[in-house]
């Protein structure tokens, strides 16, 4: 069994947003840039992978549990799978998170920049070695794909077949996917779309390798029942002290010293429901930080109302706990406010992520915790959705004023083209109005003051050398000129004449 996913889920990042700036890049990017600045390889060159996809870790520590030996399970990148696929190979495992490039964030810098995304190009390109290496080997491996892009493998077949995918196992599958990879290798008939099955948080395995990022789940799945999230009705579950400092281990043991500790929302670790238990994070932050040899401990997601339910001594603890001893001044954490406008935010079936906020405090209860935040020692990142469903002229033009007000504040605020789950084309730039364009706009003059200290404070935190600092500053600088440029052409060009 062999499993693998392109360069954007497996080169050798030493922080979170590298992965993030990487797989922002489209293809006007020059090639050679991305992969010598924007995609390192492994520091060790190993055949089986270096590290992977902590989803594609989640699968093999599954099938290794399942029945599987060590000899029969293979990690390794794109760059060695001729020589792990063989004639004893039955099946290939591919993790993949934007495959057909339909998603809100490839959308939205397609819309910006042009081109195609590279996450979807390299996908394209793995998938090409894939086959050749099949071929090559006459065994007649059946290729299985999952990971959070698998969606928009199911909403299109013809895509999926042209890759050259056999199956496509949906969600969470440590709970069945050891019995799909026997099957295969007994040459059983399959469907093409498998429901994956999950387990109990408490028997989700333990990783076996690194994880690209140092990433390690602290909590799975959301439930909130956004109508533009594809886990919107999975609840969130909560893993195991235990399993997360394993985990965490696991990846110190593999040279990656600076961790990220990935949730749906930090701030609800250990909750009880939407009922945020503060001590329970502080708990898990507290122990990990007393794992010897651990750097930053990295975050990605939380949630408005759960920051809410914590006092600005807990915040700061939690801020203090992620940097530890590091010297990092202002750690990022992205919250979804999503919209100013609380009515559209409720038509679009956010109520359960508003809490007990009405839809006319909505605005301001997002700039209250964000500037709490702010006080507690984060850099919060922001994320806004354009074009969401039943979205007005003064919705945007509200979202507008929400952003200007939020200026003088250490954040960033990162907008995002609304993208359908269901599969159905999404906006291009020439469909997005003058006003939708101003907002976008609005968003990134803030973005381009923010990001380059905010990446500078994360990357002397963790150790990047000064020559290569530097260099990301000017490569990063350069981008920035070319997206002013290219949103003040797109601001002129919309369809409507709806700017101020």
Not at 338 to 345: D, F, I
Not at 470 to 484: I, S
Request: charged residues 20%; positive net charge.
């Amino acid at each position: 069994m062999v499993l693998t996913a392109d360069r954007t889920l497996t080169a050798d990042y030493r922080l979170l947003f590298d992965g993030i700036l990487a797989a922002s890049q489209t293809t006007t990017t020059p090639s050679p840039i991305l992969r010598a600045f924007l995609l390192p390889r492994a520091r060790r060159g190993q055949m089986r992978g270096q590290v992977a996809p902590l989803g594609l870790r989640r699968v093999e520590a599954a099938l290794l549990d399942g029945g599987f030996g060590a000899h029969e399970v293979a990690v390794a990148d794109q760059d060695h799978l001729a020589q792990v696929i063989g004639r004893g190979t039955r099946a290939v495992g591919v993790s993949t998170g934007e495959p057909t490039g339909i998603g809100m964030s490839t959308t939205t810098v397609r819309a910006i920049a042009g081109g195609k995304a590279y996450p979807s190009v390299m996908f394209s390109s793995l998938m090409k070695d894939v086959r050749s290496a099949v071929e090559a080997s006459g065994a007649g491996a059946k290729v299985v794909a999952g990971g959070p892009g698998a969606w928009q493998l199911v909403r299109r077949p013809d895509r999926r077949r042209e890759l050259g995918i056999d199956h496509v196992i949906t969600g969470y599958a440590e709970g069945n996917v050891a019995d799909v990879f026997r099957a295969l290798s007994q040459g059983d008939s399959l469907p093409e779309v498998i429901s994956g099955e999950g387990v109990p948080a408490s028997e989700i395995p333990r990783i076996r390798g690194a994880s690209t990022m140092g990433v390690v789940e602290i909590s799975r799945g959301c439930g909130l029942g956004c109508s533009f999230c594809t886990i919107a009705h999975t609840p969130m579950e909560h893993l195991p002290e235990a399993t997360i400092v394993a985990d965490v281990e696991t990846n110190l043991a593999a040279g990656l010293n600076d961790i990220c500790v990935i949730s749906e929302d930090l701030f609800r670790y250990g909750a009880e429901g939407l009922q945020a238990r503060p001590q329970a994070l502080i708990s898990l932050l507290s122990r990990l930080r007393g794992i010897d040899g651990l750097g930053i401990i990295q975050t990605d997601h939380g949630n408005i109302v759960s920051v809410s339910q914590y006092s600005d001594d807990e915040l700061a603890e939690v801020r203090n706990l992620l940097v530890g001893s590091t010297g990092q001044q202002h750690p990022w954490v992205n919250l979804g406010v999503e919209t100013a406008s609380g009515a559209l935010l409720e038509a679009n079936g956010c109520a359960p992520k508003m809490g007990l906020y009405s839809a006319a405090e909505w605005a301001d209860a997002c700039t209250t915790q964000l500037k709490r935040l702010c006080r507690a020692g984060f850099c919060p990142m922001a994320s806004i959705v354009v074009g969401l469903p039943g979205e007005t002229q003064e919705d945007i033009r509200r979202t507008v004023a929400w952003v200007r007000s939020m200026s003088d504040e250490n954040l960033s605020i990162f907008p995002l083209i609304y993208a359908p789950i269901n599969g159905t084309p999404p906006p291009t730039a020439r469909s997005l109005s003058r006003l939708q364009w101003q907002l976008i706009r609005t968003c990134y003059r803030l973005n381009f003051k923010r990001i380059p200290r905010m990446y500078w404070d994360s990357q002397r935190a963790a150790r990047v050398g000064l020559a290569r600092r530097c260099l990301m500053q000017v490569l990063g600088r350069g981008q920035a000129l070319l997206w002013k440029v290219l949103l003040a052409w797109r601001s002129r060009r919309g369809r409507d004449a709806g700017a101020d």
